[in-house]
Antibody, heavy 121, light 107 residues
Framework: QVQLVESGGGVVQPGRSLRLSCEAS????????MHWVRQAPGKGLEWVAV????????YYADSVKGRFTISRDTSRNMLYLDMNSLRAEDTAVYYC??????????????WGQGTLVTVSS | DIQMTQSPSSLSASVGDRVTVTCRAS??????LNWYQQRPGKAPKLLIY???NLQSGVPSRFSGSGSGTDFTLTISNLQPEDFATYYC?????????FGQGTKLEIK
């Protein structure tokens, strides 16, 4: 069965960096698109980034463009989110989520349990 | 950006009731509309995709309808595990926005 397990969250100072990881199992990472979606404490959901099945198409929300980088290692079935120049407004639970297809559906059929990132001095 | 507006923001109901949640898009999204359920402290779960298609494994008491700008999620015969927050999401255009959520509480 599909399983997604995020890690790497924690408390970080504004302006610093953090890398989130998502270990995927139960499917072949290289055959599906993958997303990051975040949720600020007590708030709604915000799509953050997508990497298509072949790794050749990558898109970001404007709020993180130029600061965050999505990547993957298909040999290890791992998805990553590198977050630089972090701001207080990046504080959220970050979920990795599987697309039902190549990445172009932009719907999230499986989710991890989430990892909390807190940006605070 | 396409704005997604849900109503009501919160809703009280009893086990066995039938409830409806509405989602309105700021422009036409045809049927590029998905519904998610989120229980407290848990990740969201996909319920309905493309406006009216039931995700595999989701009970048939959940149903979706609508097209264009107006959509509804209906839950029939409410069960205790259905008390949660529900979100709509459009996947027509980037950014792929969500509604603000509707919290379904036990009366």
């Amino acid at each position: 069965q599909v399983q997604l397990v995020e890690s790497g969250g924690g408390v970080v100072q504004p302006g610093r960096s953090l890398r989130l990881s998502c270990e995927a199992s139960g499917f072949t990472l290289g055959a599906y698109g993958m997303h990051w979606v975040r949720q600020a404490p007590g708030k709604g959901l915000e799509w953050v980034a997508v990497i298509y099945y072949d790794g050749n198409k990558i898109y970001y929300a404007d709020s993180v463009k130029g600061r965050f980088t999505i990547s993957r290692d298909t040999s290890r079935n791992m998805l990553y989110l590198d977050m630089n120049s972090l701001r207080a407004e990046d504080t959220a639970v970050y979920y990795c989520a599987k697309d039902p297809g190549s990445g172009s559906y932009y719907r999230f059929e499986y989710w991890g349990q989430g990892t909390l990132v807190t940006v605070s001095s | 950006d396409i704005q997604m507006t849900q109503s009501p923001s919160s809703l009280s109901a009893s086990v066995g009731d039938r409830v409806t949640v509405t989602c309105r898009a700021s422009q036409s999204i045809t049927t590029y509309l998905n519904w998610y359920q989120q229980r407290p402290g848990k990740a969201p779960k996909l319920l309905i995709y493309a406006a009216f298609n039931l995700q595999s494994g989701v009970p048939s008491r959940f149903s979706g309808s609508g097209s264009g700008t107006d959509f509804t999620l209906t839950i029939s015969n409410l069960q205790p595990e259905d008390f949660a927050t529900y979100y709509c999401q459009q996947n027509k255009n980037s950014p792929y926005t969500f509604g603000q959520g509707t919290k379904l509480e036990i009366k």
